[in-house]
């Protein structure tokens, strides 16, 4: 039997196209934003993050638990007149909340929408499908999909379109073209390799795809080992390579899911407003969910 084929946006915005499924937030999904802001309140869905101070060091080689934020603390004077920092951050890392830009996964010698790699990523940096993109800030409507409403789930569980339909259902909402979605597993990151979290597969992210969803944020993604060998990372090979779907990984859900439950609500504002960091594969990022 013949596989499915893969869901597949390059192309569809052109060749030069750098934004991927943001195409999406039109005026519509805009205004759907706006009206989820009535009471005022706002959620980080950032890890907080303590940086590792590099004293005896330039630089210390990380290593498990390795911290995604190293700092060398400057100071002028004695006593100290003034106060800096030298920060060496690893923007990938699983503990830390990140946006990842198309040029971080290659497929096939391309990055989205198909250029060669070899052409968007140079020694020098990324010139092509980098943070540059997302400079201008993300706003849209933002849904919680709550997989973890009736506790987490399993270890190692494949996430399918099933899954995705039973928590839309549970929100009482319709993800429409342009909406992110926010992604509760009720898992987070853990550097213990027993325990297996659940992982997307490439039905969930074909769901995404066929729902239009433009930004996708969770605190679950691929699952390490993977549950399909043929395609061990569907949310990054499939929906950032293939799709262009921008992806916020490591994402905090648990004040969010208390905030919607609170409110008797899903759905609220969505701002990702990213620092202007421009040519790189991915940036420490802090959303904020807005009721």
């Not at 597969?201 to 969770?218: N, P």
């Amino acid at each position: 039997m013949t596989a499915p084929a893969l869901p597949d946006n390059r192309g569809r915005w052109g060749a030069d196209d750098e934004l991927g499924t943001l195409n999406l937030i039109d005026d519509a999904a805009r205004a759907r934003a706006a009206e989820q802001v009535q009471v005022g309140k706002s959620v980080s869905l950032a890890l907080p993050v303590e940086p590792a101070s590099m004293l005896g060091g330039p630089f210390a080689p990380p290593s498990p638990p390795s911290p995604p934020v190293q700092q060398a603390l400057l100071y002028t004077g004695t006593p100290p007149m003034g106060m800096s920092e030298v920060l060496i951050v690893t923007p990938h890392h699983p503990a830390l909340t990140h946006l990842d830009a198309f040029a971080h996964m290659p497929v096939d010698g391309t990055v989205y929408p198909g250029r060669p790699v070899t052409d968007a990523v140079r020694a020098a940096g990324v010139l092509f499908s980098s943070t540059t993109a997302f400079a201008e800030g993300i706003v849209t409507r933002g849904i919680l999909l709550d997989l973890a409403s009736n506790g987490p789930l399993p270890a190692a569980h494949p996430i399918t379109s099933a899954d995705l339909n039973t928590a839309e259902e549970h929100a009482g909402l319709e993800v429409l073209p342009g909406d992110a979605v926010v992604v509760r597993s009720g898992w987070g990151f853990s550097w213990d390799a027993q325990a297996q979290a659940p992982g997307m597969t490439v039905d969930a992210v074909s769901w995404m795809h066929d729902r239009g969803v433009s930004l996708y944020a969770g605190d679950v993604s691929d699952s390490f080992p993977p549950s399909d060998p043929q395609m061990p990372m569907p949310m990054h090979m499939v929906g950032l390579a293939r799709l262009g779907m921008p992806l916020i990984d490591s994402v905090a859900t648990d004040d969010l899911a208390r905030t919607c439950d609170e409110l008797g609500r899903d759905a609220f504002l969505l701002s990702v407003a990213p620092p202007r960091l421009h040519g790189l594969t991915g940036v420490p990022v802090n959303p904020q969910a807005i009721f």
